[in-house]
Each structure stands twice: as C-alpha cells, then as structure tokens.
C-alpha cells in the first residue's frame, strides 16, 4: 500500500513538472545565452561553446534545453569565433547578437537588450554547460514565480570552491557574490557559490 501510494505521488509529481512547461510562467521566458568567450582553459583553436559532448557542440545542448522551456527564440550572444558559433547553430531557430568586446556577464546581458521586451522573465545561461538539467531550471523559475522576485541566482554548494564566486548571504538573502580573486579568507571559506545563471525581470534590465 504504502509503495502504491509512492508511486501515485511520484506521477502527481511529474504531472505536475510536465504541466509547468505550459504555462504562462514559463512560456513567457526569453533565453539568453553566454557564448562569447574565448575558453583559454581549453588549449584549443576552437571557441570553447562548440567543442562536442555526446556528438553536439556544447551550446547546442544548452539551445535544446531553452526550447524546451519557452516558445521564444534564445538569443546566443556571440564574441570569439562568432561565424564559427554560428554556424555550428545554423540548423537551430535563434537569434545572435554580437558582443565585439568581451566586458564580463553584464556587460554581454545589456547586448542583448534589443531583443528583450517588457514584462518578460530574463534566463540567462551560459553555452558551455551542457549537464543543466531541466528540472533544476523549472524549480528555479518556479521559486523565481512564487516569491514574486526581481532577481534570482542560481547557486550551489561544493566541496572545493576554488575559482568560484562566492555568495555572500545577509539574514539568509543574497547580498552580494564576489569572484575568487577578490575575496578575502573569511569569504574564500563559503562553501556556497554561483552558477551564473539568473533569472531577471526585464522590465529592471531595461530601466539601464
């Protein structure tokens, strides 16, 4: 009996997942995704977001991944190796937008402002991780949805940190995340860092 019931809760459960995919919440996403940069940990000629796992290039999976999530076209904000990213992509429905100087996160989230509108959730994701799985996104948009948010990061804890930013929390909301680099030993011992990858709504990124 009590595995039957088990089993019931499972199905609710992932009727429940499957019903998210078409609502309004998250059909009214627009995707952008990071792919611009040139991946110098590689060693490699080829930009980082089109070496291939499992036979695709690694922004491919991400591009799957957002139709999946929203019947909007991502955006893939493109830098080094554009025409390459380009054209390994050229068999896909998105839209590129050129960041000619890479600047950092935000600096290539506001090149894509032209193809954002009003009162749109902002995913932004980056090319090269591939493994993001869709459930983890329709829980992070469904928190996003719930608590009426502005702003969401996607964070996680890791053993070894090393070379992530770190979030730094006050009274249990994020404050501010600081890169490796930057941080002094008191913030190098937070466990807790970021994914790059945020939910933002759009109606903010357009007031810069």
Not at 74 to 90: T, Y
Not at 104 to 131: C, Q, R, S
Request: no cysteine; proline share 3%.
């Amino acid at each position: 009996m009590k595995k039957q019931k088990w089993k019931l809760k499972k199905l609710k459960k992932k009727r429940f997942y499957e019903s998210l995919f078409y609502s309004e919440g998250i059909m009214n996403i627009k995707a952008i995704i990071l792919a611009a940069g040139q991946g110098t940990r590689m060693h490699s000629k080829l930009p980082k977001v089109i070496h291939k796992i499992a036979g695709k290039p690694l922004v491919e999976h991400v591009v799957s991944l957002t139709q999946v999530l929203t019947n909007q076209k991502p955006v893939v904000v493109i830098g080094h190796g554009a025409d390459q990213v380009k054209e390994s992509l050229s068999h896909l429905d998105v839209e590129f937008i050129l960041q000619r100087e890479q600047l950092g996160t935000g600096h290539a989230i506001m090149m894509a402002k032209e193809h954002i509108a009003e009162d749109e959730t902002v995913l932004v994701l980056y090319g090269d991780t591939p493994l993001i799985d869709k459930r983890t996104l329709v829980d992070f948009i469904d928190f996003y949805n719930e608590n009426n948010l502005d702003l969401s990061v996607l964070s996680m804890k890791v053993p070894e940190p090393f070379g992530y930013g770190r979030i730094v929390k006050e009274n249990g909301k994020l404050n501010k995340i600081v890169e490796h680099k930057d941080a002094d030993k008191n913030t190098l011992a937070l466990d807790e860092v970021n994914s790059g990858i945020y939910l933002i709504d759009s109606n903010r990124l357009l007031m810069h």
